[in-house]
């Protein structure tokens, strides 16, 4: 598949294959441009997976790529909040168009569509799923370098349905340094290895905090287990993020570009992955 690919098979006459018969990926709506696809995933919730994804998105934009976030967690969307988006997602007679916050990044969320963000999406499994395929078939994304999907934690309906409907160039698997985390996480490693997709980084979210007075490293959830997991799966970047209140803040102040920004704790570490990414 060439790396301008546009994943948009219905109206490419490259017949590259990537969307033979037999296979389950989607395709864009016509018009709509995505070059690269990277999901951010990890095996529980609660271990910042989408303050992750966010910042990678940030970080694509800064450096100039366009980008798009698509949050594929739909019944608990945290990226509208963590841009600062409060627009509703509009739509014209092609499609769905994505909302663009303050720094440029395409977004589209459950949350753009629902009339209150506060409003629970009570929904079985299969419907889940199809709501998160169609804001790849039938949102308008606008000639995107880089989009990163927002996956829910776990190893369910809706991770399944992405990675078999998007072309995944790759993953980037979130954990913390606990041995419980890390047990759940091995299973979203295994479930790409099974769907055929790399892993290209893991991010070890929480992995210490730096002490106010002195700047120590205090592994606060325990040693750290980011290096021996990357050598034991083969993954080839790694990325130890310090618990920072100052992301928290951002976050919760729809600010997370301008943290991104600021080169604040944590954002070296991140660029490795990152640097995988822009191979993939």
């Known amino acids: 598949m060439s790396e301008n690919c546009s994943h948009n098979c219905s109206e490419c006459a490259k017949g590259c294959g990537a969307n033979e018969k037999g296979s389950l990926l989607k395709s864009l709506p016509s018009g709509a441009c995505v070059k690269k696809v990277i999901a951010v995933i990890s095996g529980k919730g609660g271990v910042g997976k989408s303050s992750v994804c966010a910042l990678l998105a940030a970080m694509s934009a800064k450096k100039g790529y366009k980008t798009a976030v698509l949050d594929a967690d739909v019944t608990g969307p945290s990226q509208p909040k963590m841009f600062g988006v409060a627009e509703r997602a509009t739509a014209n007679e092609r499609g769905i168009l994505p909302v663009e916050t303050k720094g440029g990044i395409q977004l589209m969320s459950m949350n753009l569509l629902l009339e209150n963000e506060s409003d629970?999406?009570?929904?079985?499994?299969?419907?889940?799923?199809?709501?998160?395929?169609?804001?790849?078939?039938?949102?308008?994304?606008?000639?995107?370098?880089?989009?990163?999907?927002?996956?829910?934690?776990?190893?369910?309906?809706?991770?399944?349905?992405?990675?078999?409907?998007?072309?995944?160039?790759?993953?980037?698997?979130?954990?913390?340094?606990?041995?419980?985390?890390?047990?759940?996480?091995?299973?979203?490693?295994?479930?790409?290895?099974?769907?055929?997709?790399?892993?290209?980084g893991l991010v070890e979210n929480?992995?210490?905090?730096?002490?106010?007075?002195?700047?120590?490293?205090?592994?606060?959830?325990?040693?750290?287990?980011?290096?021996?997991?990357?050598?034991?799966?083969?993954?080839?970047?790694?990325?130890?993020?310090?618990?920072?209140?100052?992301?928290?803040?951002?976050?919760?102040?729809?600010?997370?570009?301008?943290?991104?920004?600021?080169?604040?704790?944590?954002?070296?570490?991140?660029?490795?992955?990152?640097?995988?990414?822009?191979?993939?």
């Open 120 to 200: 629970p999406v009570l929904w079985r499994g299969a419907l889940i799923a199809g709501a998160a395929v169609q804001f790849w078939t039938d949102v308008l994304w606008r000639d995107v370098d880089l989009m990163f999907v927002d996956m829910p934690p776990g190893t369910g309906d809706v991770p399944l349905s992405v990675f078999q409907s998007l072309p995944l160039a790759g993953v980037v698997v979130v954990s913390t340094p606990q041995d419980l985390v890390r047990m759940i996480v091995e299973k979203a490693l295994h479930m790409a290895k099974k769907m055929d997709i790399p892993v290209l």
């Open 206 to 280: 929480m992995s210490y905090a730096l002490c106010p007075c002195c700047g120590t490293k205090l592994e606060i959830f325990g040693q750290s287990k980011a290096a021996a997991a990357a050598n034991e799966f083969s993954i080839p970047a790694v990325a130890r993020m310090p618990a920072d209140p100052a992301l928290a803040g951002f976050a919760d102040a729809g600010r997370i570009e301008e943290y991104a920004a600021g080169e604040y704790a944590g954002y070296g570490e991140l660029l490795k992955v990152f640097r995988e990414i822009e191979r993939a």
